[in-house]
């Protein structure tokens, strides 16, 4: 089988390292990549937002199967465009990617389907939007409607920091992404990630994870695209994880299938989980970035049986087999991030790191230079080591992350807290 993975960070490299280990895949293809995914595959240039490119290039390398790693390509239809020229792809369609292009859509089909989450106003004017936040008060939460980088979203824990935040939406802070706001009930809980996947169907859990979203030690500072991760994830027990299935995904599945936009591909609910009752902060409809990472390490060369499964409707017949083990991934992130960061710096140290199925260092921001390897992106290495206990893959990973020489980066030494205190 010849595959084609749309996708450059660090979720990539592990979908990538992940594919390659299953006999199934003869040849494997990145478009873009980076620096570390070239290690071990093809990277190609591609404008992956552009659908007519995309199907173009996949027919001329003969590519089988294509695996869509960014929310970017799904909203903008490329799924679509390689189902109607016949190419198997892994993502569903540009409709069903509104559940996490748009938060106003979401949370009218949670509705729908009677799903646990925050209540919530959605509105298209700041005046009324305002009124609504005066009412109501502190904490609460305002989001833009669409794709924001992962930035659209403030936690107000002050009236005033909420009405700030609707001036800047409707001023054009996030472009046409903060035309229209949602505004949410704040809710309180531990967060954790549930990773199903759907064939339009059918559902298959793939595991939980617990991302780290601030940048600072105990939780502390800006929010980021998240830290570092680890799965599983002990705070959804397998009886959350049952309800969460039975009250807010089966339910929403049904709504896209019922509505026309059957959901195929893989789908992250993000979930608040409080007493015992987990409810739906988010979708997103695509792995987590760095939570793929570590699913990836525990399910390794399966999920490519697994993901075609789902493109090809056969998610009925298909499991997971578990091994009964833990990974963690930590973030490197250059200084500066989330803010303006410096880039080019030299990455040193990395050759003589173990690479094994416990052990592995999947690239975010890198790129290769004169036999160098530099610092390109915010996050730029994810530190990912399997063990039989958390605390063991946790201490795998950090004897990596002392063995990377890197003077322009920074990380978490906390990674896994809540799990291990
Ligand atoms: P989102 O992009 O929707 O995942 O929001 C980013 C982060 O904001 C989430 O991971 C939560 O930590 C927080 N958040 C979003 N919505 C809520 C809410 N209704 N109550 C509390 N925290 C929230
Ligand atoms: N790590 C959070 C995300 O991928 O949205």
């Known amino acids: 089988m010849n595959i084609l993975i749309l996708g450059s960070g660090g979720r990539e490299h ?86 996490e292009a748009s938060k106003s859509f979401t949370k009218e089909v949670c509705d729908a389907a009677n799903a646990p ?35 659209g979203v403030i936690v107000a824990m002050d009236e005033q920091t909420a009405l700030d935040a609707i001036d800047d939406m409707f001023g ?68 959350i994880e049952a309800k969460a299935m039975e009250e807010i995904i089966k339910p929403t599945m049904k709504v896209m299938a019922d509505r026309g936009m059957p959901y195929q591909g893989v789908l992250y609910a993000g979930l608040m989980i409080k007493d015992g009752q987990p409810r739906l902060v988010e979708y997103n409809v695509r792995f987590g970035d760095p939570e793929c990472q570590v699913l990836m390490m525990r399910l390794g060369g399966q999920v490519l049986d697994l993901m075609q499964a789902a493109a090809e409707g056969r998610l009925a017949e298909a499991q997971v087999n578990w091994a009964d083990d833990h990974a963690i991934t930590v973030v490197m992130a250059a200084h500066g991030y989330p803010g303006s960061y410096e880039k080019g710096t030299e990455i040193t140290g990395l050759d003589a790191l173990p690479e094994d199925s416990a052990n592995m260092v999947f690239h975010a921001g890198t790129k290769a230079e004169d036999g160098k390897v530099l610092a390109t992106g915010g996050r730029v290495l994810n530190v990912t080591a399997r063990g039989e206990s958390l605390q063991e893959a946790r201490d795998r990973a950090y004897a990596m992350v002392n063995g990377v020489d890197w003077p322009g980066g920074f990380f978490r030494r906390d990674i896994g807290w809540r799990a291990l205190d």
């Open 14 to 99: 592990s979908l990538a390292w992940a594919v390659m280990q299953n006999p199934k895949c003869d040849k494997l293809i990145v478009a873009p990549g980076n620096a570390g995914i070239a290690q071990i595959a093809d990277c190609a240039s591609l404008d992956i937002e552009n659908g007519g490119e995309v199907v173009s290039f996949a027919e001329e390398n003969a590519i089988d199967f294509v695996i869509i790693g960014p929310e970017a390509p799904l909203a903008a239809g490329v799924a679509d465009r390689l189902r109607e020229a016949g190419i198997l792809v892994f993502g569903p369609s540009g409709d069903a990617a509104k559940l």
């Open 117 to 151: 989450t925050a209540g919530y106003g959605h509105f298209t004017d700041a005046e009324a939007a305002k009124a609504h936040i005066r009412k109501n008060g502190a904490p609460i939460v305002v989001k833009a409607d669409g794709l924001a980088a992962g930035k």
């Open 172 to 239: 054009g802070a996030f472009g046409g992404a903060g035309a229209e706001v949602v505004i949410e009930e704040f809710m309180e809980g531990e967060e954790a990630s549930l990773f199903v996947l759907c064939d339009g169907e059918d559902i298959l859990s793939i595991g939980t994870a617990q991302d780290h979203k601030r940048v600072g030690e105990g939780d502390t500072g800006p929010n980021t695209g998240g830290m570092g991760a680890y799965s599983p994830a002990p705070v959804l027990s397998a009886e």
